[in-house]
């Protein structure tokens, strides 16, 4: 049996570790608050954006573009998105492991990294990644969001991707972050009218007729790069907003469970002080009947 001292020594390294993760979980808990603000600010402009999309699609004609080309996936390429740090629950683990379950023992597989979590997991399985992004900002930035995109849009349009599809956490709400795969490259255009509530309804049954100026071909050239930059945005603010709740319902765990140990640690303590307090009535007992 340990020590008393050893008891009280643990008790006290139990309860620093309960005030750091106490410390984190209200950092986090104002960092989802922001994170998922963004979220829902961003969606309108993600759902408009979709429905812009399909509508000038929709009559644009036979519009060949080099976002639009799809060909024989030989060469996948999967942009996996994950938190730049640890203490966050399953949040890395989950994603990762969709991943693997998506490449399979494919060979003909490229991988982006998206945060250091992703990167450290393929290094350490042998996978040399053609690049990473690490180091994100807090609040998610569109131009972090561009810079992603366009690597993608460089190697789909020069054919050294075939496919490229987007791995990231979605979030549903604080304690459930869903894996969630989307295909970037080659652009799928919405249907017309495939928007949400009463704005997708009220859009569904529209044949708008559009006149382009200079062309079909130079809007879409405009507006299919910004779709990838806003798909890309989305899924890091959706990965942030699930990050920081993973993190919030973690630490609140782990300080509840450091809580419960520091109980039954004490109630060693007692039982140990009790134990010592009775031993040494025992030998003032035994000694009294001695003297007798």
């Not at 079909?216 to 920081?244: C, G, I, N, T």
């Amino acid at each position: 049996m340990p020590a008393l001292r050893d008891l009280r020594r643990r008790v006290k390294s139990v309860k620093s570790t309960q005030k750091i993760c106490k410390a984190m979980k209200a950092v986090a808990t104002a960092k989802m608050s922001r994170a998922q603000a963004a979220v829902t600010a961003a969606r309108p402009y993600a759902r408009q954006m979709q429905e812009v999309l399909g509508r000038v699609s929709s009559v644009a004609g036979n519009v060949k573009h080099p976002l639009l080309a799809v060909r024989e996936p030989k060469k996948a390429c999967y942009v996996v998105v994950t938190s730049d740090r640890g203490l966050c629950g399953g949040f890395n683990s989950q994603i990762l492991r969709k991943a693997l379950n998506e490449i399979g023992d494919r060979s003909d597989v490229s991988v982006v990294p998206v945060g250091r979590k992703a990167r450290q997991f393929f290094r350490f399985r042998g996978w040399d990644a053609d690049t990473d992004f690490v180091g994100l900002s807090e609040n998610v930035k569109l131009e972090e969001a561009r810079q992603i995109a366009q690597y993608v849009i460089k190697n789909y349009s020069e054919e050294q991707y075939d496919v490229v599809y987007l791995l990231y956490n979605k979030f549903v709400n604080v304690l459930v972050q869903e894996p969630t795969k989307i295909q970037l490259l080659p652009v799928e255009p919405p249907e017309a009218g495939e928007g949400e509530g009463k704005e997708g309804k009220k859009t569904a049954g529209m044949k708008t007729q559009y006149i382009f100026e200079p062309s079909a071909e130079d809007v879409l050239s405009d507006l299919l790069p910004r779709y990838v930059e806003m798909l890309v945005f989305y899924a890091l603010l959706e990965s942030k907003a699930s990050e920081h709740s993973a993190r919030m319902t973690a630490m609140d765990s782990a300080s509840k469970n450091a809580g419960e140990m520091i109980d039954k640690l004490t109630l060693q303590i007692n039982r140990l002080r009790q134990e010592g307090i009775t031993k040494e009535l025992l030998d003032i007992v035994g000694g009294a009947a001695a003297l007798e």
